[in-house]
């Protein structure tokens, strides 16, 4: 599992803004039974720090210098 680690590093991605409480929720319903929880952080979009939420990982998920991969994660009993 991606771990992020505060101050390093960089994700490409989509930074979603004026969701619905009901998108919201169906979001939190994909995520929550996996473990992950969500957290507010700030990231760099368009230049300027923008609060963002993120869904974290199970407190037990540890990071490793081991790169994350796809056929790992799926190797190792990931849920899906």
């Known amino acids: 599992v991606p ?3 505060p101050g390093e590093g960089a994700a490409e991605g ?3 803004s004026g969701l619905t409480p009901g ?3 169906r979001l939190a319903r994909y995520e929550v039974p ?3 929880w969500p957290d507010s ?10 609060p963002a ?3 974290r ?3 037990a998920t540890r990071a490793t210098a ?6 790992h994660w799926l190797a190792t009993g990931a849920p899906l």
Request: aromatic share 14%; glycine share 2%; no cysteine.
């Open 3 to 5: 771990v992020p680690v």
């Open 14 to 16: 989509v930074l979603w």
């Open 23 to 25: 998108q919201r929720a």
């Open 34 to 36: 996996f473990g992950y």
């Open 41 to 50: 952080v700030e990231v760099l979009a368009a230049a300027a720090m923008t």
């Open 53 to 55: 939420t993120v869904y």
């Open 57 to 59: 990982p199970p407190a």
């Open 66 to 71: 081991e790169p994350w991969t796809l056929a």
